[in-house]
């Protein structure tokens, strides 16, 4: 009975003693695991294009409030774009499941080294270009695209396809001018609008 009672508390001492060594060794880690920078949930992605020298704005909005539920999302075009017209885009993405609903673009605009977004037509659209203005490009002078520049001419009706990549190789072929094709990265939001010039 003595003897149990004499070896009790060592056996306590040295489970106490292995207790602080490993709380010890996990705090004092040299090498501790880098932060996860968790994907955001995109529900809206809003294009506004505002015609040089006056004119109505239209606006492109993709809204899917169920995130990846059953209910299809919602893609509205406000009207028609003007030939012979250049129209200057901004482009915001925001979570609207979250609240408040979440402005995501800050977000992106501050990793700008680690986001691209392209613009893709198809049939007879113009192409979109990337705007000049210093706050659309990253700390390294590439493009990150938020605001886009579309001059329309003759008649169209086709699709264009906002594309936000994350990680893309900016570095690669033609990617700085807004190819997708060499791009890499993962893919953040993918929306398809249906647009017609007349």
């Known amino acids: 009975?003595?003897?149990?009672?004499?070896?009790?508390?060592?056996?306590s001492?040295?489970?106490?003693?292995?207790?602080?060594?490993?709380?010890?060794?996990?705090?004092?880690?040299?090498?501790?695991?880098?932060p996860v920078n968790e994907e955001e949930l995109i529900t809206t992605?809003?294009?506004?294009?505002?015609?040089?020298g006056g004119g109505t704005a239209i606006t492109l909005q993709y809204k899917d409030l169920d995130g990846e539920g059953a209910n299809a999302p919602v893609i509205t075009v406000s009207g028609n774009f003007e030939?012979?017209?250049?129209?200057?885009?901004?482009?915001?993405?925001?979570?609207?499941?979250?609240?408040?609903a979440e402005d995501i673009t800050p977000e992106i605009i501050a990793e700008g080294t680690e986001h691209q977004v392209f613009y893709q037509t198809t049939g007879t659209l113009n192409?979109?270009?990337?705007?000049?203005?210093?706050?659309?490009?990253?700390?390294?002078?590439?493009?990150?695209?938020?605001?886009?520049?579309?001059?329309?001419?003759?008649?169209?009706?086709?699709?264009l396809?906002?594309?936000?990549?994350?990680?893309?190789?900016?570095?690669?072929?033609?990617?700085?001018s807004g190819d997708i094709t060499n791009a890499g990265g993962s893919t953040d939001a993918q929306v398809s609008f249906t647009l017609t010039v007349l």
């Open 1 to 11: 009975m003595k003897t149990i009672q004499k070896s009790q508390p060592i056996k």
């Open 127 to 159: 192409v979109f270009t990337y705007s000049t203005a210093t706050s659309n490009f990253d700390s390294n002078g590439k493009p990150v695209g938020l605001q886009s520049v579309f001059t329309t001419t003759g008649a169209a009706t086709d699709t």
């Open 83 to 100: 030939k012979n017209k250049t129209y200057n885009g901004v482009l915001t993405f925001k979570n609207e499941l979250a609240n408040p």
């Open 13 to 34: 001492y040295a489970l106490a003693m292995v207790a602080a060594l490993t709380f010890f060794s996990c705090s004092n880690d040299d090498n501790p695991a880098p």
């Open 45 to 52: 992605v809003t294009a506004v294009y505002t015609p040089v």
């Open 161 to 176: 396809t906002i594309t936000l990549k994350h990680g893309p190789n900016k570095t690669a072929n033609n990617v700085a």
